[in-house]
């Protein structure tokens, strides 16, 4: 679970940076961070691929969930969501390609 807590918190720094126009993507991502806090793993992913369906040109979503599969240490899932974190957004989250590599 620290792990999940580490990653996140990286997350949500990079996330901020991200894209000031979605505002909406971003209050369904700060309540993933709320799950991820009180220790609901299940009910964050469930929140960050709520976001990639309704947003999924948001590339955050898809970091904060490649970071949590690789806390898992699940990481072909993982590193399907850094590719396509990367994919979409090249410049905004560099803690995705090292995560990738």
Do not use: W
């Amino acid at each position: 679970m620290k792990k999940l807590f580490y990653f996140l918190v990286l997350f949500f720094f990079f996330t901020s940076s991200y894209c000031q126009d979605n505002s909406k993507a971003e209050k369904l991502m700060d309540k993933a961070y709320e799950y991820a806090q009180k220790g609901n793993e299940t009910k964050c992913i469930e929140t960050l691929i709520e976001v990639t369906k309704k947003y999924p040109d948001y590339a955050p979503a898809y970091a904060g969930l490649g970071q949590i599969y690789c806390g898992k240490d699940d990481y072909p899932t993982a590193c399907s969501y850094y590719e396509k974190s990367i994919s979409l957004s090249p410049n905004s989250d560099i803690n995705s390609y090292y995560r990738l590599a």
